[in-house]
Nanobody, 130 residues
Framework: QVQLKESGGGSVQAGGSLRLSCAVS????????MVWFRQAPGKGREGVVS????????YYADSVKGRFTISQDNTENTVYLQMDSLKPEDTAVYYC???????????????????????WGQGTQVTVSS
């Protein structure tokens, strides 16, 4: 059973930055697709960023492109989400999730469903004030 644990959430003013971490209990490459989802109050959970952990390719939803950056550290078995130029609409609980998916599925992050993901973290709150 793969375990994921997020950290790094918090409160920040608009325009600020946060870095989220997702520690994975085993070798990152065992799940070839890792995704950061978020769930805003009263809304469904949506995929915003994904990474092909084998090839290193990254994929972003339009809403965060140019502001968020996903990366991985294979020595630490950790995936990071650097969030810059934060906006109030980025306020949400952020979850990391892992799965084995065809790369063409991993690449369309906004189409990845909750059922596609095998493992989930518990989530970390990000609050952006105006």
């Amino acid at each position: 059973q793969v375990q994921l644990k997020e950290s790094g959430g918090g409160s920040v003013q608009a325009g600020g930055s946060l870095r989220l971490s997702c520690a994975v209990s085993e070798y990152i490459g065992s799940s070839n697709c890792m995704v950061w989802f978020r769930q805003a109050p009263g809304k469904g959970r949506e995929g915003v960023v994904s990474i092909d952990t084998i090839g290193g390719n990254t994929y972003y939803a339009d809403s965060v492109k140019g502001r968020f950056t996903i990366s991985q550290d294979n020595t630490e078995n950790t995936v990071y989400l650097q969030m810059d130029s934060l906006k109030p609409e980025d306020t949400a609980v952020y979850y990391c999730a892992a799965s084995v998916l065809p790369i063409w599925r991993c690449a369309v992050v906004t189409d990845i469903t909750l059922g596609d993901m095998h493992y989930w973290g518990q989530g970390t709150q990000v609050t952006v004030s105006s």
